[in-house]
């Protein structure tokens, strides 16, 4: 089940990332709802209505805000709802708008990296495959290798040598659109590091939010998966990086250097 979703779920997301434009933001805007709602849950306030229908408003709201350039705007809206949200949450306030800021970064994330002119559907695969490789190649050299333990606490079956094993996985794709000819190879492969080590972080920041309130899986929406947390949990923090990156080098609407190097 694991593998028959992934093969059904990652062509159709590649397919409406190719797309780009509106298509593309109203598939990352039902993710980051679902995100919001995973995360609510986990944290046990998902059946307050009010918290709930902000959250999921505000995200809907700011997705044709961002998509126009109305940033003043968003930025209203987000920060709205993050008061809003900490006057209805109260003694939880902390941890349900620090969900609605997690749904946040992978929202912006996604739609910042993709929005690139020249370059966005090629970031945004990039960015794609160094996680799949990283969680890939974690978990095969995690079972067939072992040895001891990243953080037991936090996550028992992650070891050292599934990281480095995802580490090496990641270089291999950064190495692989080098010799495509997408960019500078010295680039692409600390490009490709850094993503690779955030990724397996946002994997371990997940697994501790969930430890925190002794929850196994975020959901079971995906068949094989658990939740879409579970799923998107390296993603979410690697694009929130990669989008940054981006913006610090010259921004996404094509005139400057985006995420790659070329």
């Known amino acids: 089940m694991r593998v028959l979703a992934a093969l059904v779920l990652a062509p159709i997301t590649i397919a409406i990332a190719w797309l780009g434009g509106w298509p593309w933001l109203w598939l990352v805007t039902i993710a980051a709802a679902i995100l919001y709602y995973e995360w609510q849950m986990i944290v046990g306030v998902w059946r307050n209505r009010f918290i709930m229908a902000t959250g999921i408003a505000a995200l809907g709201i700011a997705g044709p805000l961002l998509m126009i350039g109305e940033m003043k ?29 997690y749904a946040t970064a992978a929202f912006l994330g996604a739609i910042i990296v993709r929005a690139d002119v020249a370059y966005g559907f090629v970031a ?5 495959l160094v996680v799949w490789a990283a969680d ?26 599934g990281a480095i094993g995802g580490l090496l996985a990641s270089l291999a794709i950064a190495a692989g659109f080098a010799a495509a000819g997408q960019g ?59 989008a940054l990156v981006g913006a610090l080098r010259g921004g996404v609407d094509g005139a400057g250097r985006g995420l790659m190097v070329w």
């Open 124 to 128: 945004l695969v990039f960015v794609l």
């Open 184 to 242: 500078a190879l010295v680039t692409l492969l600390v490009l490709g590091a850094v993503l690779s080590v955030v990724s397996q972080l946002g994997d371990l920041f997940e697994s501790a939010i969930k430890r925190q309130f002794g929850v196994k899986d975020s959901s079971h929406i995906i068949p094989g998966h658990g939740g879409l947390m579970d799923r998107l949990d390296g993603f979410i923090a690697a694009i929130a990086f990669a």
């Open 73 to 101: 705007w968003l930025s209203a809206v987000l920060a709205a709802a993050c008061a809003i949200l900490a006057l209805l949450a109260r003694a939880q306030s902390a941890w349900v708008v620090g969900g609605f800021l």
């Open 136 to 161: 890939i190649g974690g978990y095969f050299a995690g079972r067939g290798i072992g040895g001891p333990k990243l953080w037991p606490r936090v996550s028992p079956k992650k070891t050292w040598s």
